[in-house]
């Protein structure tokens, strides 16, 4: 126990991630860039990893020598091989850490949703991840004495479904049998933590006015919008966190911060969890 206090205590000093090498996924804005910031502020050595080559780019600039871009899409195999051998590149032949946090949403009620919408959810929340991960296990699988640790990214959508995101439920579900899996496979001769964390309503991107005119690319270069229509958000500003104890939306960095706290040796001891960050909605 003396020792573990004492391991705890030197990661307060130099950072907690010192060391440590983490590729994160969807980092050229919102929850993932912040994410990155947080991880380089706490000493480890970030993959900015994102579709988006200049967001990406302007993300690892802001961050300096601690970070490098590489942008790519994540449902090309080639990348994701090329992403896992320039993360150990930089890492000197090390990655501790995987944050599979790239995503988005393609809204579309059950008896309306195309094959198109649905297979685009599965692929980019469940495949992507899936590959990802198996890509990088000749790093994982290793006893070196340092902490390896997968954190992937869902939502509260996954556990309570939602009306109008079928696809997106179901992969964000699906998440949580992947992590805990891992969490078993990897764990006992590896060490290997694998966590989920479920966002509730936390301002990105995909709870922005839809009229804001955010999209993302699709798989066939068509561009999808994402946020949510202007009409269903006036008018019940306040009504919309009432059943929120908070009362209030998170911001992206509280959520990337509960994503560093999955990762820090401050939750060494958890694993094949899903740590909700909802501001108390749904307990």
Known sequence: MADRVSQIASHLKRGLLTGQV???????????AEAARLFANEGAKVIVADIDAKKCDEVAASIGSQAISVPGDLLDKAYIESLVQKAADFGNGKIHIIVNNAGYTWDGVVHKMTDKQWDSMIAVHCTAP??????????????????????NVSSTTGIHGNAGQLNY???????????????????????????????????????AP?????????PDGEKIAIGIPQKQIQGREESAYADIPLRRPGTATEAASSILALASPLLSYVTGQTLMVTGGRNM
């Open 169 to 207: 439920a179901l992969a964000k579900a699906g998440i949580t049998g992947f992590t805990k899996t891992i969490a078993k496979e990897w764990g006992p001769a590896f060490g290997v933590r694998a966590n989920t964390v479920a966002f509730g309503h936390i301002l990105t991107r995909l709870t």
């Open 210 to 218: 839809k009229e804001d005119g955010a999209f993302v690319t699709g």
């Open 130 to 151: 899936f590959q990802l991960v198996r890509a990088a296990a000749p790093f994982f699988r290793v006893k070196d004495g340092e902490p390896r640790c997968i954190v």
């Open 22 to 32: 983490a590729i994160i996924t969807g980092a050229a804005q919102g929850i993932g």
